[in-house]
């Protein structure tokens, strides 16, 4: 394209020598021909600049592209990793039955079944049944427990 953008200057330029240089009154009579190429010949020069510029802009933007992708470049098999990792951890999410799943927070056994449980009997040694945690030598102060 560039090619045929360069002919096609070229050959404007060739006509407007050609009508510069006849005799005054054919180049008269061209006068308008000859402003219409020239403004041809601008246009022409206008879009190869703007072509230019968007090629340097293309270019630019996938030299970045290339260095965001080198600077970001993922480890090989990390993606796959985390994929497999995260499709796990789903399942077992999925799994998870907040209403019958002891996994977490394990349901304390029943107590036996049976006779009722003489709690005095469980009294530890050293505590009396009206006594307290304290040694005797600690109630020897004169303090009342």
Do not use: W
């Amino acid at each position: 394209m560039e090619d045929h953008l360069r002919k096609e200057r070229d050959e404007a330029r060739r006509r407007a020598d050609d009508i510069a240089s006849g005799s005054s009154a054919r180049g008269a009579r061209h006068s308008s021909r000859l402003e219409r190429i020239r403004s041809y010949l601008i246009a022409l020069h206008a879009q190869e600049e703007v072509k230019t510029q968007l090629c340097y802009r293309h270019g630019a933007r996938m030299s970045l592209e290339k260095l965001v992708e080198a600077e970001y470049e993922l480890p090989p098999g990390l993606l796959e990793n985390y994929i497999k990792e995260e499709e796990e951890y789903l399942t077992k999410v999925a799994s998870f039955d907040p209403l019958g799943d002891d996994t977490l927070f394990p349901t304390p056994s029943p107590p036996p079944t049976g006779h009722p449980l003489d709690v005095a009997s469980q009294v530890p040694d050293g505590i009396s049944e009206h006594g307290s945690f304290l040694s005797p030598q600690d109630n020897q102060d004169g303090d009342q427990v």
